[in-house]
């Protein structure tokens, strides 16, 4: 059974900075492309960023870009999402997906097949 597990979320002050992993076991990941998304307490699914299967491309949305970053390391199954000057609003469920077997990204997340289970971010001014 394949799994995404995501780890690295906390809490932390405005300004800081804090490093997502999720990592995909059970298969390698290295032919899926993969994003994150967030939700907030009764806000919708939003999507932050995603990667190509090799990782030659990402996009972020425009709320993060210049402050997220998303990279993988195919070698460990593993995408991360750097995030720096982080913000309140930033505080949300960040949730990791797969689109099984799609090497381009998405910003629709009823395009991914795959999903972990979320970690919480939280961000206190």
């Not at 390698?28 to 960023?49: D, H, I, T």
């Not at 090799?54 to 425009?62: E, H, K, Y």
């Not at 750097?82 to 998405?106: F, I």
């Amino acid at each position: 059974q394949v799994q995404l597990v995501e780890s690295g979320g906390g809490l932390v002050q405005a300004g800081g900075s804090l490093r997502l992993s999720c990592a995909a076991s059970g298969r390698s990941a290295y032919n899926s492309a993969m994003g994150w998304f967030r939700q907030a307490p009764g806000k919708e699914r939003e999507f932050v960023a995603t990667i190509t299967a090799s990782g030659g491309s990402t996009l972020s949305a425009d709320s993060v870009k210049g402050r997220f970053t998303m990279s993988r390391d195919n070698a460990k199954n593993t995408v991360y999402l750097q995030m720096n000057s982080l913000k309140p609003e930033d505080t949300a469920v960040y949730y990791c997906a797969a689109r099984n077997r799609r090497v381009e990204g998405s910003t629709r997340s009823y395009e991914y097949d795959l999903w972990g289970q979320g970690t919480q971010v939280t961000v206190s001014s």
